[in-house]
Structure formats: C-alpha cells, structure tokens
T-cell receptor, first 112, second 114 residues
Framework: ETGVTQSPTHLIKTRGQQVTLRCSSQ?????VSWYQQALGQGPQFIFQ???????GRGNFPPRFSGLQFPNYSSELNVNALELDDSALYLC???????????FGPGTRLTVL | AQSVTQLDSQVPVFEEAPVELRCNYS??????LFWYVQYPNQGLQLLLK??????LVESINGFEAEFNKSQTSFHLRKPSVHISDTAEYFC????????????FGAGTRLAVHP
C-alpha cells in the first residue's frame, strides 16, 4: 500500500510568483487536507477537499486555492507569493472526512 | 474555537530515563486527540490517538497517553527513552463532528542524550 506522496520536495520562488504543489493520497482515501508549517511552529490548517469539493477552510486568504481530482489526488496553488509563505506544506489524506489523517513528507517552499 | 497548549517547548532527557510531554486543550465540544511525531526534514507520523473508549492509549513503540477530560489534558509518556526518540512531538485535537480540521500545538522538541 502506497502512502501519501508529495511533489516537489523543495521549491524556490520569488515574491509575486505563483506555485503549484501536488499530493497523491493514500490508496482508498477520498479526503485530502493541506497544512502550512512555518519554521518552529505547529502545522496550520489551510483547507480540506472531500470528493473533489472544498469541505472546510482555515484562516488563509483566497490566493491559497486548491483542487481535488477524480483519483483523489490534489493540488495546492498559491498566487502572488509573499515572503511569509515560506514554509513546509503538508498534505494529509484520510479514508473519510472525519477519519484519522496520514501525512506526506511535505514540500519545502522558500520565497525570496 | 479549539486550542492546544504544549507546555514545554524543549525537553532534554538522558537515554533510558522516563519522559512526559504535556498537552492541554481547550474546546467547547467533544474532541478527538492525537500525538504526531516529526523527525528532522520529514512529515508528520501518527504516534497514537484517542477517539473513544479507554482513556489510556498506547503506541507500538512504547509511548502512551492518557485522556483526562476533567483536566482537559492528553499527556504523552514513555518509561524509558532511546536516542532514536529524538524528534519534535505535536499534540493535536479535532472535533468529533463534520470534517476533521486538526488544531496543533506548537510542538515539543524531545532531545535524548547518551
């Protein structure tokens, strides 16, 4: 059974650019959640997708958007990058909306 | 609104000594509770969880945590730590209804010394 995978591993962008991060959920999982973990802090919830629909959203501006595909993989898009967007972005999948979340290894985004 | 407080940002301990990592939460609704571990430059791994039933939950690598509803705590303990337990530990809560947004604490850095 394949776990949660994320790509790319690392990414460097400059302010104002746009970025797309990708996540493949664990086999059989239909729910994907995204979190932002700034250096030295706990992860913060960005949003969750359940069966291709956004199911809940944290306190992040609209320039953070996402998609979930029919195979339940997901993308996180961030427009107009800011320096404070530099963080580890974590994707987690779960069997259903309210089930235990299993995390991928993360994508380290650096904004210069 | 829910919140999680991890009372210690760093816990240094010698190998084979016992350890307790403290976690308190605040919530107006019923919660599920989790401990995740993060090794350097890696994602989060689920260590253990409390959903219902017995208030004492155990992991396969010797950690245990006890849900205390009256004290709103979910402290993590291990009777004898190993060097390999050195990592960042995160306590998290989610409510029991609807979608399970995890609210994390700031983390506790466990440093095991020989």
């Amino acid at each position: 059974e394949t776990g949660v995978t994320q790509s790319p591993t690392h990414l460097i962008k400059t302010r104002g650019q746009q970025v797309t991060l990708r996540c493949s959920s664990q086999s059989g999982h239909n729910t994907v959640s995204w979190y932002q973990q700034a250096l030295g802090q706990g992860p913060q919830f960005i949003f969750q997708y359940y069966r291709e629909e956004e199911n809940g959203r944290g306190n992040f501006p609209p320039r953070f958007s996402g998609l979930q595909f029919p195979n339940y993989s997901s993308e996180l898009n961030v427009n107009a990058l800011e320096l404070d967007d530099s963080a580890l972005y974590l994707c987690a999948s779960s069997l259903q909306q309210a089930d235990t979340q299993y995390f991928g290894p993360g994508t380290r985004l650096t904004v210069l | 609104a829910q919140s999680v407080t991890q009372l210690d940002s760093q816990v240094p301990v010698f190998e084979e000594a016992p350890v307790e990592l403290r976690c308190n939460y605040s919530s107006s609704v019923s919660v599920y509770l989790f401990w995740y571990v993060q090794y350097p430059n890696q994602g989060l791994q689920l260590l253990l969880k409390y959903l219902s039933g017995s208030t004492l939950v155990e992991s396969i690598n010797g950690f245990e945590a006890e849900f205390n509803k009256s004290q709103t705590s979910f402290h993590l303990r291990k009777p004898s730590v190993h060097i390999s337990d050195t990592a960042e530990y995160f306590c998290a809560v989610s409510d029991t209804g609807g979608y399970n947004k995890l609210i994390f604490g700031a983390g506790t850095r466990l440093a095991v010394h020989p």
